[in-house]
């Protein structure tokens, strides 16, 4: 059972674009959506996260919206900068179930 | 100061080995885990200790054994190392089920 689908697997965008992840869940119980950035070589870290009371959070040029209603969200990255070229996983937490992440999405923003 | 280190960042071994990675937090959290990323990026956790006790235990096959002497600290044991083991492993610790915390990653080749 596929617990988590994000999407698109892979995304380019121009320096300066707008850069969109979706991730969809099932599960009803999570209760925090975080995304996560990986560099190569690096181990993934936290960026963004939210809990389900509010629909949107922003940190500088890094926004999640969240539909609970459709059980999704999304991680809008503005002005996108080619230093953001990474890979990102959403990781929705909830219960003690083991922690599904997301498929990854590479993301190349060319300068 | 590292947050969670891992011992050896790269592994190089033959099919049929033994090998163990190490892994320690001093971020004072109460949960570790273990995740494997493939060659595809795709991250999947394997184990999750909460004070020392085994709490998440996936599809991992008896060859791979986590050990935690402490709270700080879960290892990784792997008997009969397999072609298909060759993998980036990851340590990661968090308080409680939140933010996850990862180390750089430990790459393991087996030929």
């Known amino acids: 059972q596929q617990q988590v689908k994000q999407s698109p697997q892979s995304l380019i965008v121009q320096k300066g674009g707008i850069s969109i992840i979706n991730c969809a869940y099932e599960?009803?119980?999570?209760?925090?959506f975080p995304w996560y950035q990986q560099f190569p070589g690096k181990g993934p870290a936290l960026l963004i996260a939210?809990?389900?009371?509010?629909s949107e959070k922003k940190e500088g040029r890094f926004t999640i919206s969240f539909n609970k209603s459709a059980k999704q969200f999304s991680l809008h990255i503005m002005d996108s900068q080619p230093g953001d070229s990474a890979t990102y996983f959403c990781a929705p937490l909830g219960g003690r179930r083991a922690l599904p992440f997301g498929s990854g999405t590479r993301l190349q923003v060319q300068p | 100061d590292t947050a969670v280190s891992q011992t050896p960042k790269y592994l190089v071994t033959q099919m049929g080995n033994d090998k163990s990675i190490k892994c320690e937090q001093n971020?004072?959290?109460?949960?570790m885990y273990w995740y494997k990323q493939d060659s595809k990026k795709f991250l999947k956790i394997m184990f999750s200790y909460n004070n020392k006790e085994l709490i998440i235990n996936e599809t991992v096959p008896n060859r791979f054994s986590p050990k935690s002497p402490d709270k700080a600290h879960l290892n990784l044991h792997i008997n009969s190392l397999e072609l298909g083991d060759s993998a980036v492993y990851f340590c990661?610790?968090?308080?409680?089920?939140?933010?996850?915390?990862f180390g750089e990653g430990s790459r393991l080749t087996v030929l």
């Open positions: 939210i809990r389900p009371d509010v």
């Open positions: 990661a610790s968090s308080r409680g089920a939140g933010e996850l915390f």
């Open positions: 599960n009803t119980a999570f209760d925090y």
């Open positions: 971020l004072g959290h109460d949960t």
